[in-house]
């Protein structure tokens, strides 16, 4: 049965610059992948292209076998990177009052406001996001990105810069959609997290994939190890 | 779809209404740029009127650039482009819906341009203004068609403010060729069949650009 | 066609050319006969047609290139295209540079003015600072990839742009009161002289090959950069 991600090849240059150079992977419905790797190591750009926000230079990338970027691949997506695409002169409201309207999604306020109590912002709902912290603006990046109820869910170190309440809720939220039986792929540099959320631990090194390992085959302690000898030698 | 172009449009205005903060901008230096022209001309009053066109246009141009350039630069901020790319839909809507709020931005500013050059240059108008209103329109939204996707190029390089009126100016120039005729032709001759030429020409060339941007629009995009 | 085969038509079209060339600067300087001391031609300042008009004919063909090439890269994504549509601007903002410079040379003692507005000087000088802005949309972009899409989009409009903008100068030029302003500028040359044309087509077919000399010269010298692009890319990964 095909992957509901199909990676075959997948390089991305910037120039003289290799982000990707030959990257392989199948990503079954359901899964739950922790993508590890260095800064400057290729997870955001292979996030990206998954997205359909950036082209490949080279190589096969399928999306239920449709391109990234499509119609069809963007409908089962949702992205959520660590910038919030949130315009901060309108509420939380608004914002998502504006992205129900392009999705074609029929939601009246309560239904909004329902999202927005969701993602632990209720009774802040009219306020211009200006005036939000950094943690309760990832919230609402959460509910904004995740607005259409997507199947492939593609984060981007996620947990960067939230407080202890917002990384607790997010695991929340993260765990309840794994038994929802969403497919999930996370940028992560905590290996704690990581490891306790996924099935499958990736890490991207030099723009391969260097590690691919089911969660239940090795220890954290074992994975730390590993990752820290592949990242070290030079 | 309309309702989606709309939806971009009325998410702009929204945000132009709390903050003002293109709007402002574009009535500061389009008055400033009347005052400025006030000094340049030679005082005498026909040739003032003569020269209105010219410098009514120039300050709507250069008004209207200032506001093009902060259309996706907002856009730039918390990467909202992204959210906008990611939803699954024609990415022309953005265009056009864009489009759109820039051309309302640009003829609100140029309304209030043109009555400071009203008192300015003390200019009486008043059977003239509908032919005015048109003209101003069909010149600002073929400015626009031109300028957003000329604006979403710009806004990713590393000089956009510079970037976009020295690339936007060359493919421009048609129209404002023909605005400044047809705004001379009313002001200064009563022969308002005269002015079919122009509008059409404008017409022709924000249909022509609009057709073309809206397809090519995709290509133009990255966050 | 393989490296060896190019090098050989390299050096049949750079032969051609050297003959083309002398050619038509004797057909232009000598073989053609001395146009009539009349205000608009003055005599032997009239042979300056013969650069002039080729060069404005062969920039907007290299224009052309460039819409085409742009459009196909757009649609195959293939960097041979952004190459070529590359080499095509560069070369015709070279031939309109010649334009520019021929023109007011000839206005100078014909008109005293050093540039008369007029409808063709005119589109020629807007045309020109339309392919500029496409080279400065090519040096503000550094991602390789984008630049290729951004300026091929620009460069379709540019073209497009370029008959309304013609149309509209000459239009405008049209309006007595730029009559008024540049009298010089309504007197454009009306039909070539049966005589003249020997020589005119001359340096036409010269110009011709240069144009196709230039682009290939200069579209090689792009590939090879690109290639050297990816070799650097190559060695970045292997230390």
């Known amino acids: 049965m095909p992957g509901l991600i199909e990676v075959n090849g997948l390089a991305k240059y910037f120039g003289r610059l290799s982000a990707l150079r030959d990257l392989r992977i199948t990503v079954p419905q359901g899964q739950f992948i922790a993508l590890f790797g260095r800064n400057g190591a290729g997870k955001t750009t292979f996030l990206r292209i998954l997205a359909g926000l950036s082209r490949p230079s080279a190589g096969i990338v399928k999306i239920h076998s449709s391109e990234p970027g499509s119609q069809r691949a963007r409908r089962v997506i949702g992205y959520l990177s660590h910038n919030s695409a949130l315009y901060l002169d309108l509420t939380a409201l608004e914002n998502l009052r504006f992205y129900a309207r392009l999705l074609d999604l029929s939601f009246g306020n309560s239904a909004l406001e329902e999202r927005i109590a969701r993602v632990g912002l209720a009774g802040r709902a009219r306020e211009p996001v200006r005036n939000y912290s950094r943690g309760m603006q990832q919230r609402l990046a959460i509910a904004r990105a995740f607005l259409h109820d997507p199947s492939l869910l593609l984060m981007d170190e996620p947990f960067t810069g939230l407080d202890q309440e917002g990384t607790e809720f997010l695991k929340g939220y993260l765990n309840e959609a794994r038994t929802q039986g969403k497919t999930c792929l996370m940028a992560i540099h905590d290996p704690v997290i990581g490891y306790a959320l996924a099935d499958r631990l990736v890490v991207i090194e030099k723009g391969v994939v260097a590690l691919d390992l089911a969660r239940q085959s090795i220890s954290l302690d074992e994975f730390q190890g590993r990752y820290r000898t592949l990242t070290e030698e030079r | 779809m309309l309702g989606k172009i709309w939806a971009v449009f009325r998410k702009d205005f929204l945000i132009e209404l709390r903050t003002k903060d293109s709007l402002n901008a574009m009535l500061f230096f389009g008055i400033v740029v009347l005052v400025i022209f006030n000094f340049a001309l030679a005082p005498t009053r026909d040739s003032i009127r003569e020269a209105v066109p010219g410098v009514l246009w120039v300050a709507f141009v250069f008004s209207g650039t200032l506001g093009l350039n902060r259309m996706f630069a907002s856009e730039k901020d918390n990467s909202c482009l992204q959210g906008l790319l990611m939803v699954p839909m024609d990415r022309g809507i953005i265009y056009l819906g864009k489009t759109l709020a820039a051309a309302v931005f640009m003829f609100i500013a140029e309304a209030v341009i043109f009555v400071f050059s009203l008192v300015f240059f003390n200019l009486t108008v008043w059977s003239e203004i509908p032919w005015l209103i048109l003209v101003f329109f069909i010149g600002t939204l073929g400015f626009t068609t031109v300028g957003t996707i000329l604006s979403a190029i710009a806004v990713n390089t590393r000089m956009r403010e510079v970037l976009l009126p020295l690339i936007l100016f060359p493919v421009v120039l048609p129209i404002l060729v023909n605005a400044v005729e047809a705004t001379g032709i009313i002001l200064n001759t009563a022969d308002y069949s005269a002015l079919k030429l122009p509008l059409t020409v404008m017409s022709t060339f924000t249909i022509v650009f609009g057709t073309l941007a809206y397809l090519l629009f995709d290509f133009v995009l990255e966050d | ?239």
């Open chain 3, 1 to 239: 066609m393989d490296q060896l085969k190019q090098k050989h038509l390299d050096a049949v079209l750079g032969g051609l050319l050297f003959v083309g060339m002398i050619l038509a600067l004797y057909m232009a300087f000598l073989g053609a006969p001395r146009a009539k001391d009349t205000p608009d031609t003055l005599g032997d300042l009239q042979r300056i047609f013969y650069f002039h008009v080729p060069s404005g004919i062969m920039g907007l063909t290299a224009f052309a290139v460039n819409f085409v090439a742009s459009l196909m890269y757009l649609i195959k994504k293939d960097r041979k295209w952004d190459s070529l549509a590359l080499s095509a601007a560069e070369v015709g903002v070279m031939f309109f540079t010649i334009v520019l410079v021929t023109g007011p040379i000839w206005a100078k003692p014909v008109w005293f003015v050093w540039w008369t507005w007029s409808p063709r000087l005119t589109s020629a000088l807007v045309l020109w600072l339309l392919y500029l802005a496409y080279m400065l949309v090519r040096g503000y972009v550094s991602d390789p990839e984008r630049r290729a899409m951004v300026s091929a989009v620009f460069g379709i409009v540019a073209f497009v742009d370029a008959p309304i903008v013609w149309f509209s100068i000459r239009w405008a030029a049209t309006n007595p009161k730029w009559r008024d302003l540049h009298p010089s500028a309504m007197l454009e040359t009306g039909g070539l002289d049966p005589a003249m044309r020997p020589a005119f087509l001359t340096c036409l077919a010269a110009f011709m090959i240069l144009l196709v000399y230039l682009i290939r010269r200069r579209f090689f010298l792009e590939t090879a950069r690109v290639e050297m692009e990816g070799l650097e890319r190559l060695t970045d990964l292997t230390h």
